[in-house]
């Protein structure tokens, strides 16, 4: 089994950037690829950005150039730094991993972009 626990989430002016964490409960060099997702009020939940075992990454059209998503072996955390952030960034971003087989998510961290 694998526990996901977000952190990071807040209030944010457009613009401004913010670091979510992921940490995982065992080492994220035994699990596949890992990424964040995000779900706004009223819309389906959307892939931002995913991450390699191996460390290549893919985006969304609409963070591209503006989030990273990276991972830490040694601490078993996922990373995804989010800049220029704007109003329609606005959600409840998860964590998410795949292993033996399972989809595990964490409990989702609050993400408000607002002046």
């Known amino acids: 089994q694998v526990q996901l626990v977000e952190s990071g989430g807040g209030l944010v002016q457009p613009g401004g950037s913010l670091r979510l964490s992921c940490a995982v409960s065992?080492?994220?060099?035994?699990?596949?690829?890992m990424g964040w997702y995000r779900q706004a009020p009223g819309k389906q939940r959307e892939l931002v950005a995913a991450i390699t075992s191996g460390g290549n990454t893919n985006y969304a059209d609409s963070v591209k150039g503006r989030f990273t998503i990276s991972r830490d072996n040694a601490k078993n955390t996922v990373y995804l730094q989010m800049n220029s952030l704007q109003p329609e960034d606005t959600a409840v971003y998860y964590c998410?991993?795949?292993?033996?087989?399972?989809?595990?998510w964490g409990q989702g961290t609050q993400v408000t972009v607002s002046s």
């Open positions: 998410n991993a795949g292993f033996l087989g399972h989809i595990y």
């Open positions: 065992r080492r994220i060099s035994s699990i596949g690829a």
